[in-house]
């Protein structure tokens, strides 16, 4: 699939969310983060609102679930028409099953990990999913600084992926700058989420093509 950039809405302008997705130029996906305040010390926004983007663009909604008891609430985004659906494995109590559930729906399947989480129990299940998301801040705020102690994890799963022969994305979210998404691709990451770093600049879109040139760059 090559490199893809999905810049998170958490930091636009959440009353004007359809033009805000607009102007994200030739980014691949939209990454929604959804937070329940029990997972994660934050509050963000729930399926309607999901529902409601996904029928104002065309661009392919990732949604990160930063929420209690997925099994229970995951299936939902799938079924709405997302394209990814990225449980958090600290939460997930019947992983393998909701992952096929998502499946089932036509959802890519996606796993995320905390940054104490480790990826090595996920190599076997790696036939299971679509995606593992290697957090690269502690999930439930935007504008973090990147930590670099993830880079080793996402190695690793890089080898994992590469040694099973699957078309899994390792994607990266937290911190993901200029300054840092060279060290990400160079590490394995091949999705690429930015919140501040595609929000907070002034051209949205020239942000997102230039965090492609980078990563593009030092992947290898
Ligand atoms: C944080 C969210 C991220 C957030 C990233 O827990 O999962 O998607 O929007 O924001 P930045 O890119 O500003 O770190
Ligand atoms: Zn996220």
């Given at each position: 699939?090559?490199?893809?950039?999905?810049?998170?809405?958490?930091?636009?302008?959440?009353?004007?969310?359809?033009?805000?997705?607009?102007?994200?130029?030739?980014?691949?996906l939209?990454?929604?983060?959804?937070?329940?305040?029990?997972?994660?010390?934050?509050?963000?926004?729930?399926?309607?609102?999901?529902?409601?983007?996904?029928?104002?663009?065309?661009?392919?909604?990732d949604c990160?679930?930063?929420?209690?008891?997925?099994?229970?609430?995951?299936?939902?985004?799938?079924?709405?028409?997302a394209h990814n659906v990225t449980?958090?494995?600290?939460?997930?109590?019947?992983?393998?099953?909701?992952?096929?559930?998502?499946?089932?729906?036509?959802a890519r399947?996606g796993?995320?990990?905390?940054?104490?989480?480790?990826?090595?129990?996920?190599?076997?299940?790696?036939?299971?999913?679509?995606l593992?998301?290697?957090?690269?801040?502690?999930?439930?705020?935007?504008?973090?600084?990147?930590?670099?102690?993830?880079?080793?994890?996402?190695?690793?799963?890089?080898?994992?992926?590469?040694?099973?022969?699957?078309?899994?994305?390792?994607?990266?979210?937290?911190?993901?700058?200029?300054?840092?998404?060279?060290?990400?691709?160079?590490?394995?990451?091949?999705?690429?989420?930015?919140?501040?770093?595609?929000?907070?600049?002034?051209?949205?879109?020239?942000?997102?093509?230039?965090?492609?040139?980078?990563?593009?760059?030092?992947?290898?």
């Amino acid at each position: 699939m090559g490199i893809q950039i999905a810049p998170s809405v958490l930091s636009s302008d959440f009353a004007n969310l359809e033009s805000e997705i607009a102007r994200l130029g030739d980014a691949d996906l939209v990454h929604v983060d959804v937070m329940d305040n029990h997972f994660v010390p934050n509050l963000t926004l729930g399926l309607p609102v999901v529902e409601a983007i996904l029928a104002r663009t065309d661009r392919p909604v990732d949604c990160h679930l930063m929420i209690d008891d997925p099994d229970r609430w995951a299936p939902a985004y799938a079924e709405a028409g997302a394209h990814n659906v990225t449980f958090h494995a600290e939460a997930a109590a019947a992983p393998v099953r909701l992952a096929r559930e998502l499946r089932r729906h036509g959802a890519r399947a996606g796993v995320g990990l905390r940054p104490a989480t480790p990826v090595e129990p996920w190599a076997d299940l790696l036939p299971e999913i679509d995606l593992l998301l290697v957090m690269t801040v502690e999930p439930g705020f935007g504008g973090q600084a990147f930590l670099d102690v993830c880079l080793p994890k996402i190695r690793r799963a890089r080898e994992l992926v590469s040694r099973s022969g699957l078309d899994v994305w390792i994607q990266v979210d937290g911190g993901v700058s200029a300054e840092t998404i060279e060290r990400c691709a160079d590490a394995g990451a091949d999705v690429f989420v930015a919140g501040s770093a595609v929000y907070g600049a002034e051209d949205a879109a020239a942000a997102v093509s230039d965090l492609r040139e980078l990563a593009a760059k030092a992947a290898h």
